[in-house]
Nanobody, 121 residues
Framework: QVQLVESGGGLVQAGGSLKLSCAAS????????MGWYRQAPGNQRELVAR???????NYADSVKGRFTISRDNAKNTVYLQMNTLKPEDTAVYYC???????????????WGQGTQVTVSS
């Protein structure tokens, strides 16, 4: 069984910072892409940032220059440093990962349970 556990969400004033963490655990052989998505009320889930095992990254235009994604391959953990937060960043943030499971012996996509980020104006 594989699971993703997120932490670090909360309430912050506009202009502030938060750092999200997501750790993958369980029967894991390898982790490829890891990323963060978000979903605001009434909106579709959207990609925020994604990072390959090699370290290559891509970001949504709306967060470029403000958010930084990173990962620790030894810990199967991905981070999202969010600076200069805006009220429009308010959403539930979901961790996502492509994982090769030892038990399943195949690549599968996994999601975390989500963590709320609220930015007040």
């Amino acid at each position: 069984q594989v699971q993703l556990v997120e932490s670090g969400g909360g309430l912050v004033q506009a202009g502030g910072s938060l750092k999200l963490s997501c750790a993958a655990s369980g029967s894991i052989f390898s982790v490829n892409y890891m990323g963060w998505y978000r979903q605001a009320p009434g909106n579709q889930r959207e990609l925020v940032a994604r990072i390959a095992r090699s370290g290559g990254t891509n970001y949504a235009d709306s967060v470029k220059g403000r958010f930084t994604i990173s990962r620790d391959n030894a810990k199967n953990t991905v981070y999202l440093q969010m600076n200069t937060l805006k009220p429009e960043d308010t959403a539930v943030y979901y961790c996502n990962a492509d994982i090769y499971g030892l038990s399943s012996q195949r690549w599968s996509e996994y999601w975390g349970q989500g963590t709320q980020v609220t930015v007040s104006s």
